[in-house]
Each structure stands twice: as structure tokens, then as C-alpha cells.
């Protein structure tokens, strides 16, 4: 997707696209090797930060792109522009939607990009409203959020013996709508807000550096008073009118299940590293930092890849059992270093990712 404003390629975009990358790898290498509670115990709390957090950050900036891609059609407020920017949004949407349902029939059940393109295919309505609508729309889409966590039973249709790992009927029409709007692993509600608050974020001037400290401050301020209130309300409920499970269900920052507190504070971490990667990739740009910017560019590619080669290489020599935290951050960071390298080779030769390319020759 491109990320530009004007003419110019927001390069810290591209290299804060590929820091969530390798956090996403580092979870699901994680969850496929069997490690997040084997291991030092320092390494376990290290690997779980990154939970929900890389998820919520690679979202957000496909809100971002999408904002830059149709800021054109915004501004003009030309129908036709308009028109013609939602449908190859909706093309988009489309092969994101198939290329992440491949991924699940081949085995990979935490995939998000069939989320991903449900997000992108509804976020296309909003590409021309005011922020007041999207705004508006972010705050009822996290309260209906809530209230189906607190009316519905969170872990209906995941496997009793295997919660959170297997979707008993998500081949049903019930199935696979309950998992796609309330309980799979990035449901619409509430994580299309991740992408309609990137897309807020895309329509302001980023290239504004007084405007960035506004937004790390921001950040930083809301993500420290909600982390604060989050144990301060647990250790109050549980303390006087709810057992500790429940007070944990409703108000901690974990991603399960994607409450109001998890929902504000991983988007106030994700502006902060967002900024915060714009500001180091101007500053301290080398050789190494374009490396990472090139491989942000094909995260796409990449992704797809970490199932078909990162998470098979580790069934195949059967690496996907009970080993231990370290092995599993090793692989994940060798995996991506592999990554580098190849992005390096492939972007000698061609402008777009493999799969950023089919993308682009089907949604054009």
C-alpha cells in the first residue's frame, strides 16, 4: 500500500511496519513452539508485552496507509474520486479477505489478514467523513464492544481442552460470524477501531514535528494513567465486589478479551512508537535502518511467508511443542534478520513485494 503524503514516502512508517512485524512473529513463534510459559521468567513477561501490542500497531498503520492512499479524494471531495478510491479499497479488502482464509484452510488459525480486509471493506464507507463521524464511530464500536463481553460468554465455540488455540465451529455460518464480529483472535468489535483511529491518525500533518511531540505526549500520558487505573481497578473490585477473574476479564490491558482498557492503551503505545520511528528514521538514518525500511515494505509478503516457511520449517522438524522462550525469540529475530536480507535482494530488482505486487496489479 502506499504510504505517502504528497510526493514524499513516510519512510518511518515503513520501519515502524516492520518493528510490529517481528513482534508478530515473536508471538506466534511463540504460540507455535509452545514456549509463552517456558522459560526465565523475565523472557516470559518480555515476549508477552509484545501480545495484542504488535497486532494493534500493524493495524493502526494500515489505517494510516489508508488515509494517505485516499487523502487525494478526501480533500478534493470529488465523488468520483471518491467513488473510484472505495472500490479498489473494497478490491483490496477482498484479496487481503482470501489470501488470509487460504492461510486458515493450510492451518495458520491466528491469521488476521481475513480480519484485516473485513476492517478495510467497512473503513472504505468512512473515507470521507469528518473526524467528529469517525470519532464518534470508534467510541460506539469499543462501548458495543464492551457490552457484548460482559452480555455474551467470551469463550463460546473455542475448543474446552484447547481454549484459544482451536475454533470448535468456525466452518459454521454462526461459527465463523461470531468469531469474525466477537471472540476471534482480532474481532471487528472492537478492533476496527485500531484501523479507523490509524486512518484519524493519516489525516493530520505528520511531517509537523511540533504536532508529533503533541501526540507522544499524548500517548504517553494516556498510556501511563490507563496501565495506573487498569491495577488500581482490579485491586479495588477484586477487593471489594469481584473475584480476581472477572475484575481481570473487564479491566486489564491484556488483548483477551479486547476490552475498553486494552483498546486505549495499546492505540497510546502504538502512536508513541509510531512517532517515535518517524523521528529515529530521520535522525539516524543508515544502511542498517534502510534495510529495516525495506523490509516494512514487503511485511505483507513476509507475513504470508512466516506461515508458509517460518511456522512449517518449525512443524516439519518438530519444533512445535513445549520448547523453551529463548529458543522461540531466537527463531523469531532469525527469522526476521532472513527477512532483511531478502527484502534487500528482492528490492534491487523490483520496486513492490511479491504479494504487494499481485495486490496492486488487482486492485488498479
Keep these: 500500500m502506499n504510504k505517502q503524503l504528497g510526493h514524499r514516502r513516510i519512510e518511518g512508517l515503513d520501519f515502524a511496519r516492520a518493528l510490529a512485524m517481528l513482534g508478530m512473529f515473536i508471538v506466534n513463534f511463540g504460540v507455535i513452539s509452545g514456549s509463552t510459559a517456558n522459560g526465565s521468567q523475565w523472557l516470559i513477561q518480555l515476549q508477552s508485552l509484545f501480545e495484542g501490542r504488535a497486532s494493534a500497531l500493524f493495524v493502526i498503520l494500515a489505517g494510516i496507509g489508508t488515509a494517505l492512499m485516499t487523502r487525494k479524494a478526501r480533500e478534493a471531495k ?48 468512512l473515507i470521507a467523513t469528518s473526524k467528529k463521524t469517525m470519532l464518534f464511530t470508534i467510541s460506539a464500536v ?18 474446552p481442552k ?53 501526540l507522544v505526549t499524548v500517548g504517553i500520558l494516556l498510556g501511563v494513567i490507563i496501565e495506573i487505573f487498569s491495577k488500581v481497578i482490579i485491586h479495588f ?11 481481570l476479564y473487564l479491566f486489564d490491558t491484556g488483548p483477551i478479551p479486547p476490552n475498553i482498557m486494552y483498546v486505549l492503551s495499546n492505540s497510546a503505545s502504538a502512536i508513541v512508537i509510531i512517532v517515535g520511528c518517524m523521528y529515529f528514521v530521520e535522525t539516524f538514518k543508515n544502511k542498517v535502518i534502510e534495510a529495516i525500511i525495506k523490509t516494512g515494505q514487503l511485511s505483507l509478503t513476509h507475513y504470508v511467508g512466516h506461515v508458509f516457511i517460518g511456522i512449517t520449517v518449525l512443524e516439519v522438524f518438530d519444533l512445535s511443542n513445549n520448547l523453551t522462550v529463548v529458543f522461540s525469540m531466537l527463531y523469531a529475530c532469525c527469522y526476521f534478520l532472513g527477512c532483511v536480507f531478502f527484502s534487500i535482494w528482492w528490492r534491487t530488482i523490483h520496486q513492490r513485494g511479491p504479494i504487494e505486487l499481485i495486490l496492486r496489479k488487482w486492485s488498479n
Excluded at 83 to 108: E, P
Excluded at 142 to 159: A, D, R, T
Excluded at 188 to 202: A, D, N, Q
Excluded at 237 to 247: E, P, V
Design 237 to 247: 473490585s477484586t477487593k471489594y465486589f469481584l473475584d480476581h477473574d472477572s475484575a
Design 78 to 125: 470529488d465523488p468520483i474520486l471518491i467513488r473510484q478510491s472505495k472500490l479498489t479499497l473494497w478490491k483490496r479488502a477482498l484479496f487481503l479477505f482470501v489470501v488470509g482464509m487460504v492461510l486458515y484452510v493450510v492451518g495458520w488459525t491466528g491469521d488476521i489478514l481475513h480480519y484485516y480486509g473485513v476492517y478495510m471493506f467497512l473503513a472504505a464507507l
Design 142 to 159: 469499543i462501548i458495543v464492544s464492551q457490552w457484548l463481553q460482559i452480555q455474551f460468554n467470551y469463550l463460546v465455540g473455542w475448543h
Design 162 to 214: 484447547y481454549i484459544l488455540l482451536e475454533y470448535i465451529d468456525f466452518w459454521t455460518v454462526e461459527g465463523f460470524m461470531r468469531n469474525l464480529l466477537f471472540n476471534g483472535y482480532h474481532p471487528v468489535f472492537p478492533w476496527i477501531s485500531f484501523f479507523l483511529i490509524g486512518m484519524i491518525v493519516g489525516t493530520l500533518d505528520l511531517t509537523n514535528r511540533a504536532l508529533r511531540k503533541k
